[in-house]
């Protein structure tokens, strides 16, 4: 994620920063004569000049830190974005837009994005049959490492037992076994939300799912475009070469949006943040948490054991690559989906880091990527598994073995059939209660924190894909690349 600008000296840094803080300063001082109507001095000057100044003057220290390269801007807006939000509290709500250009720019690419991508991406791999080697291992990934972020969920949320505190009474217990089907899942690749019979409804055409943003059928028509290129012989050759080309110039798009990202990323984080704390008022918004620390750090440790042990013991085990190198590699991308809190909106940096920072084989990363950003949501599930079961403790309602064995395998489910946008698995969170006849209401318990916690989850999910990417790279494809490591 290095941009191509010769290194910045020091001196050059330090002269940016004098210019951009100069710069903060002159527009801190045109807002306060636009508000209280003198340039200097009087009541209220003051009041108004400072945090201005202030808050102007950390979006100069975010640009000018992005000089010394693009991972360091990123950081420095996170980081930043907190500062601002303990000193301004609501006052950083103003910022938000400027996130939200940042969301849609990323937004903006993604469609073409993946189509592209996975066409060439499949494409290259040069026969059909290869396509059923890559497909397979990547959902046994899938699969295992789900199911082992719901397990280390379900052993963490029965060890603390997060919920015991809180005592509530089902209002009306929710009986209905009605849980996703296996229709509706297969309707999903279509681009149906579920089963038109049971109040699902379906895109009219791939050019309906693509304005809907509903990845899954997107994918599938990528996939089998792909495929059926390698089989039409030399006819395949000039669109394969069109769509080579575009998927070149798609990446140069990613390049350009990407140095929207140290400044995208500190309008979401604070301008989130400090929206929460204008509505809620900060000693509610930290009471909101107090009341729900078990819960979250039980989502949150979860979370940490299955980010900073399994996936890099899994990744050092399979590839032997320097796990820190490749964490390194996808720092930007683990702040941007915290950031933005959408597994889809980061697919553009997943990508670019996995090809340009860490050398991931084209094929592997054009493949697993996308789709891991649809259906891989290890993050999601292990919550699903927690939210589930605190309710189930919540509620007073003991859950027997094979009762909690559902809530795994329904966890699962759910975290393959969550999109990849913000708070998405709080929708399907509402499968995994009904599957196992726990109070859907519950969910009204853990709603407060959802957007907070929602971050997290979105990281791991991200993460897990970055992972898959190299995992498959080594054994999905025949001839892995070798450069890289
Ligand atoms: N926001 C998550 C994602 O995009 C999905 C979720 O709500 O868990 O990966």
């Known amino acids: 994620m290095q941009n191509d600008r010769p290194r910045a000296t020091p001196a050059l840094i330090a002269r940016r920063l004098g210019l951009s803080l100069a710069a903060a300063a002159l527009l801190a001082l045109f807002i306060t004569w636009a508000e209280t109507g003198v340039l200097v001095g009087g009541d209220p000057w003051p009041g108004v ?62 469609v073409p994005l993946v189509v592209f991508a996975m066409i060439v991406g499949v494409s290259s791999l040069g026969d059909v049959r290869k396509l059923g080697r890559l497909g397979g291992r990547t959902v046994v990934y899938y699969l295992l490492t789900t199911l082992a972020a719901v ?44 089963d038109p019979a049971k109040g699902g409804t379906c895109d009219s055409n791939i050019v309906d799912s693509m304005a809907n ?38 990446m140069k798009v990613v390049h350009l949006i990407m140095l929207l990202a140290p400044l995208g990323v500190f309008g979401l984080v604070a301008g989130r943040f400090g929206e929460a704390l204008a509505a809620q008022g900060t000693d509610a918004f930290l009471g909101e948490l107090q009341a729900l620390a078990g819960y979250g750090g039980t989502v949150l440790g979860g979370l940490a054991i299955h980010g900073i042990i399994v996936l890099p013991v899994i990744l050092y085990l399979t590839t032997r690559r320097n796990v820190l190198r490749y964490v390194r590699g996808n720092g930007g991308v683990l702040l941007t989906a915290f950031s933005t809190a959408s597994s889809a909106a ?37 919550y699903e598994a927690i939210a589930a079961l605190f309710i189930a403790q919540a509620y007073g309602i003991d859950l027997s073995f094979a009762a909690q064995l559902l ?69 999905g494809l025949e001839r892995p690349a070798d450069g890289g490591r």
């Open 49 to 110: 000049f400072f945090p201005r100044f202030v808050q102007l003057g950390m979006i100069a220290v975010i640009l000018t830190a992005q000089r010394i390269g693009l991972l360091t801007g990123i950081v420095t807006g996170v980081v930043l974005a907190f500062v601002a939000v303990v000193a301004f509290e609501g006052g950083m709500a103003s910022y938000y837009w400027i996130g939200e250009f940042f969301l849609h720019a990323l937004k903006m690419i993604i």
């Open 151 to 194: 397990v280390v969920g379900s052993v963490l949320v029965n060890l603390f037992r997060p919920g015991d505190g809180i005592t509530l009474e089902a209002a009306g217990h929710a009986t209905s076994k009605a849980a996703a089907g296996i229709s509706d899942l297969v309707l999903s690749f279509v681009g149906c939300t579920g």
């Open 346 to 382: 980061t697919i553009p940096l997943t990508l670019e880091a996995a090809e340009e920072n860490n050398g991931v084989d084209r094929r592997a990363a054009q493949f697993v990527i996308p789709l891991g950003a649809t259906v891989n949501m290890n993050g999601t599930a292990l």
């Open 213 to 250: 943003l509903r990845m899954l059928p997107i994918i599938v028509f990528s996939l089998i475009f792909g495929a059926v290129l390698t089989t039409i012989g030399d006819k395949a050759k000039p669109v394969l070469a069109f769509f080579d080309g575009v998927n070149d110039a798609m």
């Open 407 to 475: 809530v795994v395998l329904t966890a699962t489910l759910a975290a393959i059939g969550a999109a990849g946008i913000p708070e998405a698995g709080l929708v399907t969170l509402v499968t995994v209660l009904e599957a196992v006849g726990l109070p859907t209401e519950g969910v009204g318990l853990i709603l407060a924190i959802d957007w907070l916690l929602d971050r997290f989850r979105t990281s791991v999910n991200v993460w897990g894909d970055a992972v898959g990417a190299a995992v498959i790279e080594r054994y």
